[in-house]
């Protein structure tokens, strides 16, 4: 047997499903992916707009410090050399300078051979020689001065401003130290709140502010050369994995750059920053499968309901067709029958006369048998002129019908079979019951179907079987049951009766689960409805409403089953 390849409606579910999938998933993972970048250049963004506003504020406050100190230094060195070289006042001026300024830690006076007039200050530094440091000549040269931050005598980090001081023929210079844990905190103010690195760099890239031991002072830094520039500068930099944006600007005539660093966050930081927005996308993810499951097994049931309904339409178009050919058939084989039936019973008529004029030997027994024979010719008869009134009433055409003579009519061409099974017909009429207008062949057929059911639903038990026929009149037409004591149907069939292909006569290969269906079809074309009573192990009833038009009532005949307890 050839193979008949993938099942076309699962390969149909699939391509729904995966459409669905896909209709659902692409604009979801689009606006993700749209929302995930425009967040990353938002933050971008931001800060290179924080980081260039902190550099140009932390400038501003640097150099004025600077500025100011050295302003300091300026204006204590206008006091008298005599003044000056005393250290009782030169210790009272430092205490004052750093009340006001808080940035001088001590105070020299220095004369024009490098050694200390006077000193205040932590340090014992007046036995200590600066003719020989390069400072000591700038100063001398300049007139005043601003270091880097270097190790000197102390060997500890530290920075000083030197201005100097003539007087009486001789150059002086009075020095100071400047407290750079605090221009370090001045630096690191600017990067609290946005967690921005800022920090102060000399030419040769070394630390001049420090940051717990993150930055220590003097210590070489890990970022590149930094070539000279006015303004602001920014440029995105990687450090290992990193990101960061790092903004620069020059202080001191470009002896000093300020560096404001900040890392770029990663992918997960982004995806994270909102946890609502994950959480949404991530609903969405697990979503869209399961709606796109949903929808595609509702709407593949919807297309198999619809492929059914059309192939009942298309088999009961064919039951329709099949009558009419039967109905031609039928008329065909009466007419042929009913002319030698003709003969027949006009030759047996003339044996009947001859045999009133002669006595002939055992005449009575012939007059007997032509009797029989007269008897099976009007039984013949019968059922020609059944066959006829049949195939006249093939078609749809509504006419004025007695219920209880249809029902009877139908129950006579299964005659013989009741009989050969040892079924028996229990009739219940209702005298009552009003004409109704239908179409009989029609009403005959769905008849014709229940009343074989019954048969072979009687046939599945041990015991006598019974078939009840019943009519009933009601108000808006005549109801119709057809009721037997047979096996039943099982409550999970019972929602499945009316199906097309849905059969419960299982491996008998002359049922196509077909005629249940038509009979559905045929009460809903002719206005009416069908229901079904069943308790396994007891009978199966089904109850037919017809109305008194056929045209007076054409609702929907398809009411669902009704479960006898």
Known sequence: MPDPGPNPYLRLRRQMFFGLLTTGLVPLVAMGVAGFVANRDSVEQRTRAGLEAMIKNRKVTVELFLEQTLRQLEILSAHGVAELSDPVTLAKLRDYARREHGALLDLGLIDDHGRHVAYAGPYDLMQVNYRNEAWFQQVMLHGQYQSDVFLGFRRFPHLVIAVKKPEAGHDFI??????????????????????????????????????????????????????????????????????????????????????????????????????????????????????????????????????????????????????????????????????????????????????????????????????????????????????????????????????????????????????????????????????????????????????????????????????????????????????????????????????????TKAGKDDHTGLGLSICQEIMRGLGGRITVESTQGVGTTFALRFPLDIESDRGDATTPPERSS
């Open 174 to 503: 009075l020095r100071a130290t400047v407290d750079s844990d605090l221009l370090s905190a001045l630096v690191r103010e600017g990067g609290l709140e946005s967690g921005a690195d800022v920090f102060i760099l000399n030419r040769a890239a070394e630390y001049q502010t420090s940051y717990l031991d993150k930055h220590k002072l003097m210590a070489r830094a890990d970022t590149d050369a930094i070539p000279r520039h006015s303004g602001t500068r920014l440029v995105e930099v990687r450090r290992g994995q990193c990101r960061e944006i790092m903004a620069t600007s020059w202080l001191r005539g470009e002896q000093w750059v300020l560096v404001a660093r900040q890392e770029l966050p990663g992918v997960s930081a982004l995806v994270f920053a909102h946890p609502a927005v994950p959480a949404v996308f991530l609903l969405g993810i697990l979503l869209v499968p399961i709606l796109a499951y949903l929808i595609a097994r509702h709407r593949f049931r919807q297309v198999r309901s619809l492929e059914s309904e059309r192939a009942a339409l298309y088999a009961s178009v064919s039951q329709t067709q099949k009558m009419a050919t039967i109905g031609r058939m039928a008329a065909s084989i009466a007419h042929e029958i009913n002319n030698p039936l003709a003969i027949i019973h006009a030759q047996v008529g003339a044996l009947a006369d001859s045999l009133e004029d002669v006595d002939l030997p055992h005449s009575q027994d012939l007059r007997q048998r032509i009797q029989k024979i007269e008897a099976q010719v009007e039984r013949g008869r019968k059922v020609t002129h059944r066959l006829l009134g049949f195939s006249r009433r093939v078609g749809p055409d509504a006419e004025s019908i007695d219920v209880a003579a249809a029902l009877d009519e139908t129950v006579g061409f299964l005659e013989k079979e009741v009989e050969a099974e040892h079924i028996g017909i229990v009739r219940q009429y209702d005298l009552n019951a009003p004409i109704v207008r239908s179409s009989l062949a029609q009403m005959q057929q769905v008849f014709l179907n229940l009343i074989n059911n019954a048969v072979d639903s009687v046939n599945e038990v041990d015991r006598k079987g019974e078939i009840r026929l019943s009519i009933y009149a009601r108000h808006d037409g005549v109801e119709v049951r057809i009721a037997d004591n047979g096996a039943g149907i099982a409550p999970h069939n019972l929602g499945r009766l009316f199906e097309p292909f849905f059969s």
